[in-house]
């Protein structure tokens, strides 16, 4: 599954940047985020609540963190398990254009999704990834806008 | 042969003999939801059995742990393969000669396999401790493609890596099963080589499910104190499986019953042993309770016996004026990861070599070769007659694709290339001998009731007003002429895991003249109680409404193979019709005897016997049964009983020709049934109804196939059709009416020239909606679109022709 997107945000790069790598604001922003744990600059734990269709489940998972080109570009690979409702692994690479006090950020991903969650939701994953990481980015971009303002 | 009097045919009508349209006794309980099914049994102290099952479709399994899962309350134990091995039954054989896991020992092979199996006192606290067993991964690359299998270095099944050879001859590659081939390939050659046209074509006939509505399952009992095992099961061969049962566990087949109650629909899906009858028989022995286990639809979909999956790649050649010279076919098969198909042992390949099909060729050459792939294991199931449902889609593709490279009318091309009715019995160039058959006079029936003419003429101006902007919907009329062989089999070449594939009827009259008769056979649907009965009535005189059928019972019911590949009516249909003669042989003598005559001075007069020349003095059957039991009768043993056991000489030919008009939107895929006349002939018709019946179900399965069910698999081996949001499922709002016709051209070999009908409707059906949409868009040239033909791959077919410019 591929998802590319992009979003302006209310904030310079370098606040934008930061803020992508705090695990405190990922954890907030993050749908369904129970716990979200940084083991060092590139490793992540995370344990994720998500729900596709009729499958509801609880993913434990491990991001790692390429930071290729900061603050213009990085990029994150990760795997989780959520049991007997499957798996998922995949990636995103991320660019961030500096446009003074904004920032566009734009990314694309790719899952790849098996288990319970593709046979019963293959049809949804599509719309309910796009839903989740367009909700990622809206509640990202508010709580970056707010320290900004502050 | 004499007209029958008046009072004749009054008697035979109450007989409910065969040819009439007897109303099926077994509709009485099933239409009140008093069935009895396997999720119908409930034992005291019954303990309920669920699957752990592999998301992954290729893994090494590191390690399981069951602690979490066993203490979920009410959980017993959880098996995996470690705790089967030490009874060897952690693999088991499968009915191809291959061998598969019960629960995953290593690895695993594709998505859903049997991980381990959890037992508990309800089916809710066993689902729990599903979700809570862990199991620990390490994935390995996925192929889901065969032609892929055959060049990749990765080896699917470690377990017989290094065996260059298997049950059918070598092995070539590590994901290689076997190559089959039958016919003269020499001869093939010439012929296409030498030709004036010759026709190339991949044919796919894609992977799908029968999709019952019961899904599969079982109760196990082991009774510790008498030493007996009970086991209630969805099995379409119970006797087989009692067999295979003591071979696998060492109990003597005496002290093992298997009992398959009502089944709610088989369709092949139900004639292998899956790991869940041997787990739930394993755990039983083990905890000394009885343990049930049923799937739910996934499991179903995901991991029980699949259907087709072959990749047929064709050539035939013609002359110029169409008379077909030769045909070549190169079949790739995906069997998935173990060759579990359920074929006779010497067929791999099934009958796959009727694929000369209604057509008189002479020289034909078939080459199959099976693949080990990434997906569930199986292939011949779903009424497919031991892969005639492939054979046949394949030769009737092949017939338009050579239609269209004669440029000449499909229909005109078979008439000219069917066998002749005076070329029967016919040797094929593959090997088989067809018993009987009257092709030209079907084929002239059915495009006459259809008016095919009218219909060409209707097309023509549909593509006129298509090109001139007027519509945008497209008539396809889709041709099928089948020819299809079933009633396995002769025991000189048939048998299923050694047992030989003839059948039985055991018949025992009553002293006031009622009758029950047992048969190695067992319904799923296909009406055997009500129709078993007629054949019996009308060969034994006592009314089909006085005669019990009983099937499915190994401790009562005689030998047999079971109910698939419309084996019933031709093996045991026989079987019964004989053993029936027998009654009538004893009774015959029974009767001279009360009527102080000669044996031979008596005759059958439909329901008695009467002295020849004297009718007024008769004996019916009902006083001949009394008298069984009644006098002393010098040279005759008391009672009215006969057993059949029956190796028949040969299979059976039935033949059809089927018609679909159809409208085909090419703005949106949309497809619609305008008529579907479905001429089927299976030779001596024992219940016209019953047959209709068959027909109405086996033509909407086709509808399904070629329309837009099927079991599909993405790169990572997820099954993506495996629940009935995906998995087309025809409702009332898809299926068209049908017109059913037939003509009888009855069995010369068989005892009442009866032929089987259950999978002709399925063999025939999918060729004829698959040609319908191919018909559609000829005239803009499309030769070959993969099924199924859902609204996306239409509207896709309409796109690449440049349509929707």
Known sequence: ?150 | MKDLTEDQIERAAKLKGMGTSRKRVEDVRFTQGKGNYVDDIKLDGMLFGDFVRSPYAHARVKSINIEEAMKVPGVVAVLTAKDLEPLSLHWMPTLAGDKQMVLADGKVLFQGQEVAFVVASDRYAAADAVELVEVDYEELPVIVNPFEALKSDVVLREDIKDETSGAHGPRNHHNHIFTWTEGNEAATEQAIDSAEVVAEEMVYYHRTHPCPLETCGTVASMDKVTGKLTVWGTFQAPHVVRTVASLLSGIEEHNIRVISPDIGGGFGNKVGVYPGYICAIVASIVTGKPVKWIEDRMDNLMATAFARDYWMKGRISATKDGKITGLHCHVTADHGAFDACADPTKFPAGFFHICTGSYDIPAAFVKVDGVYTNKAPGGVAYRCSFRVTEAAYFIERMIEVLAIELNMDAAELRRINFIRADQFPYQSALGWEYDSGDYHTAWDKALKAVDYEGLRKEQAQRIEDFKAGKTRKLLGIGLTHFTEIVGAGPVKNCDILGMGMFDSCEIRIHPTGSAIARLGTISQGQAHATTFAQILATETGIPADSITIEEGDTDTAPYGLGTYGSRSTPVAGAATALAGRKIRAKAQMIAAYLLEVHDDDVEWDVDRFSVKGAPERFKTMKEIAYAAYNQAIPGLEPGLEAVSYYDPPNMTYPFGAYICVMEVDVDTGQWDIRQFYALDDCGTRINPMVIDGQVHGGVTEALAIAMGQEIAYDDMGNVKTGTLMDFFLPTAWEVPNYTTDHTVTPSPHHPIGAKGVGESPNVGGVPAFSNAVHDAFRAFGLRQSHMPHDHWRIWKIASDLGLHA
């Open chain 1, 1 to 150: 599954m591929d998802l590319t997107d992009e979003i302006v945000i209310n904030a310079p790069r370098d606040v934008v940047y930061a803020a992508l790598q705090d695990p405190e604001v990922l954890r907030q922003c993050i749908p369904g985020c129970e716990e979200l744990i940084k083991h060092s600059d590139t490793d992540l734990e995370a344990k994720v609540v998500l729900k596709v269709g009729p499958v509801k489940a609880r993913f434990s998972g491990k991001v790692t963190l390429s930071p290729d080109n900061p603050p213009e570009a990085f990029s994150l690979t990760g795997e989780g398990s959520g049991g007997a409702a499957g798996f998922a692994k995949g990636g995103a690479d991320v660019h961030l254009e500096d446009r003074g006090e904004e920032t566009l950020l734009r990314y694309t991903a790719k899952v790849d999704i098996g288990g319970k969650l593709a046979q019963l939701g293959s049809r949804l994953i599509q719309g309910t990834a796009k839903k989740l990481s367009a909700q990622f980015f809206a509640s990202f971009a508010e709580t970056v806008e707010e320290t900004e303002k502050a």
